[in-house]
């Protein structure tokens, strides 16, 4: 505040009352484009799975080819997410603790993902494993088909998810130093007993928010299972899968109900993020208070 506004206290009146209703408005047009966007949109959702009752709700969601794009959804989250544990953080471990060439190419790797479409990445895989790709026909002499079943589901969904474990730990992890896992050292433990002992308890709730981030993605992934799946319905569709040909086929209340499901996955999952920032958040000033 400048002196002039300071001995005027008609204009500190003036500015103060602009920057009120300047707040006003910016929390007005956040709560508008919340509203907009997130919540008109949840409302139609529940709204059309309902629209002809809860039997006919249940009835869709229960039907057989549901049930086994849940499943496969399912199966794909419970494949890709723990592999996708277990690079993120040996990746994060290497980049934050050790000096290595190629460790700037690591990390760009890392975030290849977000910027190679998931479609691209699809037909990569179809390049490589398809019937007429690199691979394809020795695959085909050895009975073993990747390409629209569950393994390219799989690969694929892997492929889209990989950087979210590791970018949430590299920061964290090279912000906490390597002051602990020396001392262990020192007291003669191990590289396992490091590990559990010291790294794994100062990263456990940045390592739960990037598992629940790689596993709302997985769940939600549409472009590369799309291209890798064939939509072979009841065998190779994913949730999101299913819930396309529903609405290509009119049944939208159908589709809108399996919608519904992945919905509920979803508010699950943001309740399990909002508690793991929550714990980050309050560690993060525990620490910078001591």
């Avoid at 544990?85 to 290595?100: I, L, P, R, T």
């Avoid at 920061?171 to 007291?187: C, D, F, I």
């Avoid at 064939?230 to 569709?237: A, F, K, L, Q, S």
Wanted: hydrophobic share 55%; net charge neutral.
């Amino acid at each position: 505040m400048t002196s002039t506004t300071l001995a005027n206290p008609s204009a500190a009146r003036v500015a103060q009352r602009g920057n009120v209703w300047g707040r006003r408005f910016l929390i007005a047009a956040a709560w508008l484009i919340f509203t907009l966007f997130l919540l008109l949109p949840l409302y139609v959702v529940v709204n059309e799975a309902l629209k002809q009752g809860l039997g006919t709700f249940f009835t869709s969601i229960l039907e057989p080819d549901a049930l086994s794009a849940l499943k496969l959804t399912l199966i794909a989250v419970g494949i890709s997410v723990p592999l996708n544990v277990v690079f993120g953080v040996a990746a994060a471990w290497c980049v934050s603790k050790y000096d290595f060439k190629g460790k700037s190419l690591l990390v760009t790797l890392i975030d290849l993902p977000f910027s190679v479409s998931p479609v691209i990445a699809g037909l990569i895989y179809v390049l490589m494993f398809g019937a007429q790709g690199w691979f394809g026909p020795w695959l085909q002499d050895h009975d073993i088909q990747i390409v629209f079943a569950v393994p390219g589901i799989v690969l694929a969904t892997i492929f889209v998810t990989v950087p979210f474990v590791a970018r949430e730990l590299i920061p964290l992890m090279q912000e906490q130093g390597t002051q602990e896992e020396e001392a262990a050292r020192l007291l003669g433990a191990n590289g396992w007993q490091m590990f559990w002992h010291v790294t794994l308890p100062n990263i456990k709730w940045g390592l739960i928010y990037g598992v629940v981030l790689c596993t709302a993605r997985a769940m939600g992934e549409f472009g590369a299972v799309s291209v890798v799946s064939g939509h072979i319905r009841g065998m190779t569709n994913t949730l999101p899968l299913h819930v396309e040909i529903l609405y290509n086929e009119y049944n939208h209340v159908a589709a809108f109900s399996v919608a519904s499901l992945l919905l509920a996955l979803a508010i699950f999952i943001l309740l399990l993020k909002q508690w793991s920032e929550s714990r980050i958040n309050r560690l993060k000033a525990s620490a910078a208070e001591e």
